[in-house]
């Protein structure tokens, strides 16, 4: 069964830094995409950065050189990077995994940005 949980989430000033984890219950290799998402309530969630098996990344033009995600070098974890936060980026942070026609959903971790 795959399982994502997403941590890190919190509180924190603008102009300041989180750093948000994904742990898998899976090996991260082989086909799978893995995004991190953000949803404000009743809008729609919205890709924010994702990495393929290979390390390509790509990124919402939003965070574009704010934020980076990146694979742990040992074990089953992808991160997300947040710098110099805008009040903007306040929403719930999902990660997704991608593995053939699946699609896996954590459950999510607020980040709140405050002015």
């Known amino acids: 069964?795959?399982?994502?949980?997403e941590s890190g989430g919190g509180l924190v000033q603008a102009r300041g830094?989180?750093?948000?984890?994904c742990d898998a219950s899976v090996t991260l290799i082989s086909s799978k995409v893995i995004g991190w998402y953000?949803?404000?309530p009743a809008e729609q969630r919205d890709l924010v950065a994702?990495?393929?098996?290979?390390?390509?990344?790509?990124?919402?033009?939003?965070?574009?050189?704010?934020?980076?995600i990146s694979r742990a070098k040992v074990g089953n974890?992808?991160?997300?990077?947040?710098d110099s936060l805008k009040p903007?980026?306040?929403?719930?942070?999902?990660?997704a995994m991608?593995?053939?026609?699946?699609?896996y959903w954590g459950q999510g971790t607020q980040v709140t940005v405050s002015t």
């Not at 069964?1 to 949980?5: E, G």
């Not at 830094?17 to 984890?21: C, D, V, Y």
């Not at 991608?98 to 699609?103: A, P």
């Open 98 to 103: 991608t593995w053939g026609t699946m699609v």
């Open 50 to 68: 994702r990495i393929t098996a290979g390390g390509s990344t790509d990124y919402s033009d939003s965070v574009q050189g704010r934020f980076s």
């Open 88 to 95: 903007e980026d306040t929403a719930n942070y999902f990660c």
């Open 38 to 40: 953000r949803q404000v």
């Open 77 to 82: 974890t992808v991160y997300l990077q947040m």
């Open 17 to 21: 830094s989180l750093r948000l984890s």
């Open 1 to 5: 069964q795959v399982q994502l949980r």
